[in-house]
């Protein structure tokens, strides 16, 4: 298939873009069947919206909260995913994989 730049006019700002032939055979061998509505800069500032400010920057993720914790193995401070509760060991990185292969 054959694809050829078109111009199209974003749905947020007004303003026309090129959605180029590239970008076609890009949005085609993922699936997508829709053109882009918006332009580059308004689909760069609604994922902003949806993801937080962390978009942008190297992750399509928000950030998790993080936890500071001591590591019940080695005792090196370390930080976690989610809040430690009282009476359950919390592991570093390095001691978790010991732990889980050990398993």
């Known amino acids: 298939m054959s694809?050829?730049?078109?111009?199209?006019q974003c749905s947020d700002c007004g303003t026309t873009f090129t959605f180029s032939a590239e970008e076609q055979e890009q949005f085609a061998s993922r699936g997508y069947t829709n053109e882009p509505k918006r332009c580059p800069s308004c689909r760069q500032e609604r994922?902003?919206?949806?993801?937080?400010?962390s978009y942008g920057s190297g992750?399509?993720?928000?950030?998790?909260?993080?936890?500071p914790a001591v590591c019940a193995e080695c005792g090196k401070d370390t930080e976690v995913p989610f809040e430690p509760r009282g009476g359950r060991p919390v592991y570093?990185?390095?001691?978790?994989r010991k732990?889980?292969?050990a398993r």
């Open 99 to 101: 732990v889980r292969l």
């Open 3 to 8: 694809f050829q730049d078109k111009s199209i």
């Open 47 to 53: 994922k902003a919206r949806q993801y937080g400010n």
């Open 92 to 96: 570093c990185s390095d001691c978790y």
């Open 59 to 67: 992750s399509s993720r928000p950030r998790r909260q993080m936890f």
